[in-house]
Every structure is written in C-alpha cells, then in structure tokens.
C-alpha cells in the first residue's frame, strides 16, 4: 500500500511530547521525512531514536520557536540535512488556567508568543520555501477553545482565538500559491499539558480527567487520533481543503449534553 | 484497505459526489448499497464496482418518503448483513431568493436535503445501535455555513443539516455512534451545469465565479469523496458532531 507522505519532509513544532510526538510518529510511518524542534532536548532525541529505530528518518534541533533566531536555525537545518519542506504542523503550545484578574503580564506574553507568535515565524520563513516548490501544507493547533470559551483560561482562548483566524488568514493568502492552511481543534487530550491543567486548578486529577471526558463520546482523545487528523490535512487526501477548522473533540462542541 | 468488512448505504450515489463516493468506499474494501431515484445509473454504478471486484447492490430510493428510507437500510442489511455507515448525500438545489422560490421548490429541497437526512437516519440507527457502534456522515455545504445569493431554500436546508448533525451526534454519541458532516465548496459534479442554466448565466462565465476562491479552483467530486472517508473510516475515531469544509478556502474569507 502506498504510504501517504512518502517523499515528503515534514517540520514540527512541540515534537518532543504529547499530540507533537504522537504526529511526528505517525508522519514518519507514512513515509515522512521529520523534523522536530522542541525545547525539550532529551525528550525530543528520544523521538529521533524511536523513528530511527523503526527504520524511518528524523532529526531533533533543541529551539525555541517564539525566537526568531531559533525558527531560521531549525528551518535552515531541516532544509540543508532533508532537502525540503512540504509539511509544516506549527503545534507548540503552553497553558495558563487563570481569568484575567490571576494571570500575569508575563504569563499572558509567554501563551501568546508560544502559542500564536511561534505560527508566523515560523511560517514566514517556511511559506518561501513551499512557495518554490509549488506548495505546501501548513498545519495549525488551534483547541476546542479557540472557538467557544473556557473557565480560567482567558490567554489561552485569546492565543487559540487568534491562531483560528490567522489559519484562515494565511489561508486567503497563500492559497494562490497552492499551499494550504489549515487548523486542528482538539477536544481534551490525554497529554501531559491536560494534566499540568489540574495541577495549575489544584484539583485531583482522576476528578479532572472524568470532567474532561464528560462529553458525547464519553472520554478524551488520544494523542494518536489528533495526529490522524493532521495526517489527513497533511497529504494529498485534504487536496481541496484549505481556511478549515478540523474538530476533533468527542463531540463536546456539538452542544449541552 | 480502511473500510475492510464494512458495509456502506450512500444516497444519491447514481452520481457526482454520490457516486465517487460509492467507488472510493468499495475500494477500500467496503460493501456498498448504492441508493437514488435513478434506477439506470444507480445500476451502472453497481456494476461497475463488481466488474472491479467489489460487492455492491443498488436500492431505489426517493429520500422524501419514509417507507423508501425504510426498505433501502433493510434491503442492505438484507443484503449484507449489516449497516456501518450512512452517507446521506442525495441533494437537490434550484437557486432562487425568497420571493422566486416557489412553495413546491422550497418543500422539495428542505425534504430532499434536511428530511431525507432525518429519515434515513431514524431507520438506520437502530441497527447501529443494535451492532454497538457506526458512522453517519451528512453532506451539508459552504452554503450551510455561509450565506449565498439566491440559495434560500438551499442554505436553509443546509444550515438545518450542519446542526442536525450536532444535535444527533449528541443524542448517539454514547451508544458509539459519530456523526459529522461535510461542506464542500463547488464541486465539478453535474449540479454546477445545471445551476449556470438555471440562473441563465454562460458556463465558462459562471465557473470563473466559482473558482474565484483562494486556491483558484473547484473541487473534484473525489476531493470530496477522500474527505467522506476520512469522516467514515477510523482515522477520524475522536470526531462526532464536526462539520468539515472542503471548500478550497471558499469560507476563510
């Protein structure tokens, strides 16, 4: 059976864990050069060792992704050692459980700038690259809510928010170009960031985890079923799709259950 | 093959996205019972996913009347065994404003488009629930999500079955049940044809109108199809209640 990225190089973002990780596998199965910037060193080269060790092709640059410097770095690295780019899943994402009047000026900058800033360093530099080529696939994390909002949560709904429309933004602009842009809604999804939630809400984490899972399908997503949507708008079987907010929530936006 | 072992009922199959649909789904290993009001070409599509070695049947169906709905989820499980997924594709559209449409064109797209997507849904179900699981996909539209000129009947339809699809995702959701729907932009399929005559506009003008959208194009009826799979097939396992746009950016802007 023919794999649906073969040949194809795919750089991502927040690769070392979670929804990243799980992409960054399921991308390399499929036949995908990948690249994977993360902050997290040791967790990101044992991603590498993992895609290596089942035969496929990875390499880890240790960056920060709300640094300019740091985006050329990884794009230029991925480009000189896989000579190219045709995937971009922008998925770095950090959260704040806090309302307005909690949070911080330091920890509103820091969601903003990981969670929307990141998106357009790193596509500024990337969208030249796929333009070359004739095109591209851009893939963003948005969340469930960037879309509707949540308790304690402002800056992240903000950041989501944002990453929505700048998808559809940069939708309308490149699609000329042939590279499309989409975005992935998660609904809750058993990654370490869900638990980090109740933490941050000093709550029990079984009793989160069982809030989380209150919707029509009964329980949170795994990371693996966030990366099959993205596999799905990174090859050519979402050829027309372009500007679209990708769901993948349990049904928990369907409406009251 | 990503539908291996599962039995498929599309309506309006016998063309366009219907039809591409059907194929791709046999391809994939699916058993498909073809459905529509054209017996002809509902046959020829059957027999041509035969004739490639697959296994299809075609149901007569007029989506409007419930007894049809009724017989063609019991002639497929009759013929097949059982029912894992629904596409309910059949679809009807005359573009007109409100003071055009007629009371017999307004009936016949909301029955067509939104009641046909109920009934055969309400029949389909209790098999579902009986396995212990499935998959309905709907096929809405950009126009369910945006408004469009001279669409009145056809956006309110399908505006009805973008939230239909929520509202019975939550109802069987937990009997492992998804169901989302997809909103494809202009499609080539024989439905643009016969809205350019229908609106009186010149074929070549009206394309250049319909693929003036970011990627410059129309879609293919398979783009949609390859979407429907997606939705089908458990690549998509975390997604209930979502409507997905194929639409070449048609609503980013």
């Known amino acids: 059976m023919t794999k649906s990225l073969q040949g194809k190089v795919a750089l991502i973002s927040g690769g070392a864990s979670g929804i990243g990780r799980a992409t960054a596998l399921l991308f390399a199965r499929e036949g995908a050069a990948v690249a994977i910037a993360d902050l997290n060193e040791a967790a990101g080269q044992a991603v590498v060792h993992e895609i290596s060790n089942q035969g496929g092709k990875c390499i880890f640059e240790s960056a920060d992704v709300t640094r300019a410097g740091d985006c050329k770095r990884v794009v230029e690295r991925t480009l000189r050692e896989l000579g190219g780019i045709h995937v971009l899943f922008n998925n770095a994402g950090i959260i704040r459980r806090a309302s307005v009047t909690e949070l911080s000026e330091e920890d509103w900058d820091r969601v903003m700038e990981v969670n929307v800033k990141s998106i357009f360093l790193m596509s500024r530099l990337v969208l030249p690259v796929m333009a070359r080529a004739g095109g591209g696939s851009i893939i963003n994390t948005a969340s469930g809510w960037g879309l509707t909002g ?5 800056v992240y709904c903000a950041s989501k928010g944002a990453v929505v429309l700048l998808t559809k ?20 999804t058993d990654t370490a960031m869900l638990r980090s939630e109740a933490q941050q809400l000093g709550e029990a984490t079984e009793r989160f985890l069982a809030e989380a899972a209150r919707r029509p399908l009964g329980r949170v997503g795994t990371p693996e079923e966030i990366a099959q949507a993205a596999l799905y708008l990174a090859s050519d079987a979402s050829s ?13 936006l369907a409406g009251s259950i | 093959m990503r539908l291996k072992d599962k039995v498929a009922l599309v309506t309006g199959g016998t063309s366009g996205i219907g039809e591409a649909t059907a194929v791709l789904f046999a391809k994939e290993g699916a058993k498909v019972a073809v459905s529509g009001r054209n017996e002809q070409r509902g046959r020829e599509v059957a027999a041509r996913i035969v004739n490639h070695g697959g296994h299809a049947t075609f149901v007569r169906t007029d989506v409007r009347v419930a007894d049809d709905c009724r017989r063609a989820v019991d002639e497929t499980v009759r013929a097949f065994g059982r029912l894992d997924i ?12 409100a003071v055009d449409c007629s009371e017999e064109e307004w009936d016949q797209q909301i029955d067509v488009n939104l009641k046909g997507t109920f009934l055969m849904s309400k029949f389909a179900l209790p098999h579902m629930i009986t396995q212990g699981g499935g998959v309905i996909i709907n096929n809405s539209s950009g126009w369910g999500l945006v408004g469009g000129d001279n669409a009145v009947a056809y956006c309110a339809s399908k505006g009805g079955v973008v939230l239909l699809t929520k509202a019975m995702a939550i109802d069987h959701g937990r009997q492992g049940i998804r169901i989302n729907c997809v909103c494809p932009g202009d499609i080539d399929t024989p439905m643009l044809p016969e809205d350019a005559r229908f609106r009186g506009l010149k074929w070549g003008e009206y394309l250049a109108g319909c693929a003036d959208r970011p990627m410059g194009r129309i879609g293919t009826a398979d783009e949609i199809a390859k979407a429907v799979l997606f939705l089908a097939s458990d690549d998509s396992s975390f997604m209930t209640g979502a409507a997905l746009a194929v639409d070449g950016g048609g609503t980013a802007d």
């Open chain 1, 150 to 154: 949540g308790a304690k949560a402002a």
């Open chain 1, 169 to 188: 933004a940069m939708a309308v602009d490149h699609g000329p170009q042939n590279i499309r842009v989409n975005c992935i809604c998660p609904g809750d």
């Open chain 1, 240 to 252: 027309f799709v372009t500007g679209t907010v990708l769901v993948v929530d349990g049904g928990s």
């Open chain 2, 86 to 97: 629904l596409f309910n594709n059949a679809g009807v559209f005359y573009a007109h404003n």
